[in-house]
């Protein structure tokens, strides 16, 4: 499921409109929920044919002032709790029968009215009966440094929208993408000013049970802001219920001190007990990184969350040596967190290379059946005749392949045999030159080795 909120800074134009159902095209969001239409439903009323999104519930317009929508696309079971000028309120259910909730939110502008959008978020969050998503625009930043230009925000604003949250048990969920969702687009650099004011936010509830979410801002169009684009997968029991989730080498893991060492381990052990098979012992790695990952790294953002939360306390506190020193070393596993956040979410972006599966495999086998008549290749040869290939020669194109571009169907990557060589590199090269001059292999180790075989060469006749 896909929802989209996006303060639109209205819809009474004809470049306004255009904008939005491209947003529509290129997102094709199941829940599309707007602030500042500045529109009544009588002009909104058309916009739901021609998104596609035939739902519809609009708080007008005060004049020219404010305006919410939520749009909704046939099949998708939300149910309205509450409306208000601040917020549009419901309930999703999903196909299994699970219930959570969202809540389109729109923090109102004014600074000496900005409480009543805190106390309207605690009265959401007094009626809380389930796991709850909230996105959207709540006109206020939660650190300094989420803007940039203007005058300095007070620290006592922050803190009250910081308060706000915690009393909800809401917390940020992060975002890909740039961290302004708001400029005030102005030409001079003297004045330019912009400001995260957009954002998502989830209590723990909904976190744990959607465990794979993403959060994106996306491009503002017409828009001075940003519209937050949440993308929601499966939960981990429903991939359980599916079968056994798929491994996958997280990028950000080479970063962790005791990755090395347990790879060494896994591996030694396997080629030691498993009469030294290169697919054995990816096999016992994957094993050994899984459990791992689940029992000692624990989930990223709930790292990243306790560690925002210890270095807040920390700046909290009066100077001394000890303090700043311990300030200093949570700002660095808070950058080295966050480096890890944006790995895992660029390797994400090649999911739909892993669920295809390896292409240049399919055009070769399909070129040496036609070629051979036969699902198999004899002998791939040089371009000078050789038909021997040095060591040298695979490691040097393994480098030339790019780190997340070239994972196995077990889904190793080439960082990972780049990051490992010393370990794995011997047995690699064994068995890359096995299949290079004739021999067999293992067909699940096929897609895992042919990637890393030579570019420079010719099927040989």
């Known amino acids: 499921m896909k929802l989209i909120a996006w303060n639109c800074r209205g819809l009474g134009n004809d470049p306004a409109v255009r904008n939005l159902l491209k947003l529509q095209k290129e997102e094709d969001p199941d829940i599309l929920f707007l602030s500042e239409t500045k529109l009544d439903r009588n002009w909104i009323d058309g916009l739901r044919w021609r998104l596609g999104l035939t739902n519809l519930v609009v708080k007008n317009s005060d004049g020219r002032n404010g305006g919410l929508a939520i749009f909704w696309r046939k099949g998708v079971n939300f149910h309205l709790r509450d409306v208000s000028r601040l917020y549009i309120d419901g309930d999703v259910t999903e196909e299994d029968g699970?219930?959570?909730?969202?809540?389109?939110?729109?923090?109102?502008?004014?600074?000496?009215?900005?409480?009543?959008?805190?106390?309207?978020?605690?009265?959401?969050?007094?009626?809380?009966?389930?796991?709850?998503?909230?996105?959207?625009?709540f006109n206020e930043i939660l650190m300094s440094c989420e803007k940039e230009g203007g005058v300095v925000r007070l620290q006592s604003c922050m803190d009250k929208f910081r308060d706000a949250l915690e009393e909800c048990s809401l917390s940020d969920l992060g975002f890909t993408g740039d961290p302004f969702t708001w400029r005030n687009h102005c030409g001079s650099s003297d004045t330019y000013i912009k400001e995260r004011l957009d954002r998502a936010v989830a209590d723990e509830h909904w976190r744990d049970h959607f465990l794979a979410f993403?959060?994106?801002?996306?491009?503002?169009?017409?828009?001075?802001?940003?519209?937050?684009?949440?993308?929601?997968?499966?939960?981990?029991?429903?991939?359980?219920?599916?079968?056994?989730?798929?491994?996958?080498?997280?990028?950000?893991?080479?970063?962790?001190?005791?990755?090395?060492?347990?790879v060494k381990n896994a591996w030694g052990l396997s080629m030691e007990a498993r009469s030294k098979k290169v697919r054995h012992a990816l096999g016992e790695v994957a094993a050994q990184l899984t459990d791992w990952s689940r029992n000692v790294l624990g989930d990223l953002e709930k790292r990243i969350k306790h560690t925002k939360k210890e270095l807040e306390a920390c700046r909290r506190r009066g100077i001394s040596k000890e303090n700043v020193e311990r300030e200093n070393?949570?700002?660095?596993?808070?950058?080295?967190?966050?480096?890890?956040?944006?790995?895992?979410?660029?390797?994400?972006?090649?999911?739909?290379?892993?669920?295809?599966?390896?292409?240049?495999?399919?055009?070769?086998?399909q070129y040496a059946s036609e070629r051979r008549k036969k699902n198999r290749i004899k002998m791939l040869k040089r371009e000078d005749g050789r038909e021997e290939?040095?060591?040298?020669?695979i490691k040097y194109a393994l480098d030339c392949m790019g780190d997340l571009k070239a994972p196995g169907a077990d889904g190793i990557p080439a960082l990972f045999y780049k990051r490992y060589w010393h370990i794995v590199g011997e047995a690699v090269t064994k068995e890359v030159k096995n299949l290079l001059t004739g021999g067999d292999i293992h067909k699940?180790?096929?897609?895992?080795?042919?990637?890393?075989?030579?570019r420079c060469r010719t099927l040989k006749s």
């Open 98 to 137: 699970f219930v959570w909730r969202f809540t389109g939110f729109y923090g109102g502008p004014r600074s000496d009215r900005k409480e009543l959008s805190w106390q309207a978020l605690r009265a959401l969050n007094a009626a809380r009966k389930h796991p709850w998503l909230c996105v959207g625009d």
């Open 214 to 262: 993403h959060v994106r801002n996306g491009d503002p169009k017409h828009s001075d802001h940003r519209p937050v684009i949440v993308e929601v997968e499966r939960s981990f029991s429903e991939e359980q219920r599916s079968g056994e989730k798929s491994f996958c080498f997280e990028a950000g893991w080479v970063q962790e001190e005791d990755c090395d060492m347990i």
């Open 329 to 365: 070393l949570l700002r660095y596993k808070m950058q080295k967190l966050e480096e890890q956040k944006d790995i895992y979410w660029r390797q994400r972006a090649h999911a739909n290379w892993l669920k295809n599966g390896d292409r240049n495999t399919t055009y070769f086998q």
């Open 389 to 393: 290939y040095s060591d040298a020669e």
């Open 444 to 454: 699940g180790g096929i897609k895992r080795l042919w990637s890393l075989y030579p």
